[in-house]
Nanobody, 123 residues
Framework: HVQLVESGGGSVQTGGSLTLACKTS??????MAWFRQTPGKERKGVAA???????KYAESVEGRFTISQDNYKNTLYLRMNSLKDDDTGVYFC????????????????????WGQGTQVTVS
């Protein structure tokens, strides 16, 4: 049984930084990602790690966000720098048992397991 629990969300000023964490329990999964959702819109992929640990980022966060994983702590991180108002949303951690092609890493259909989400507000 896989569980994902996010933490680290909150309110931050424009230009500030925040780090999200996703604690995983259960099986070790090869594909993990962060998604963002704003009211009335679908979830969009922000950053992902493939099975070998290679990251992929959405264009909107490239150079500002960093995804990383601590396997000893079973935790996935998202370091967010130079935050913009448009980064506001609920951030979800996602994971899947399958090894995904890079083209699919930021597609929510690639993931079977989801956390409950954590709110990030930038203003």
């Amino acid at each position: 049984h896989v569980q994902l629990v996010e933490s680290g969300g909150g309110s931050v000023q424009t230009g500030g930084s925040l780090t999200l964490a996703c604690k995983t329990s259960g099986d070790t999964l090869p594909t993990m990602a962060w998604f963002r959702q704003t009211p009335g819109k679908e979830r969009k992929g922000v950053a992902a790690l493939d099975y070998s640990g290679v990251p992929k980022y959405a264009e909107s966060v490239e150079g500002r966000f960093t995804i990383s994983q601590d396997n000893y702590k079973n935790t996935l991180y998202l370091r967010m720098n130079s935050l913009k108002d448009d980064d506001t949303g609920v951030y979800f951690c996602a994971a899947d048992r399958a090894v995904r092609h890079p083209l699919w890493l930021l597609d929510e259909r690639s993931y079977d397991y989801w956390g409950q989400g954590t709110q990030v507000t930038v203003s």
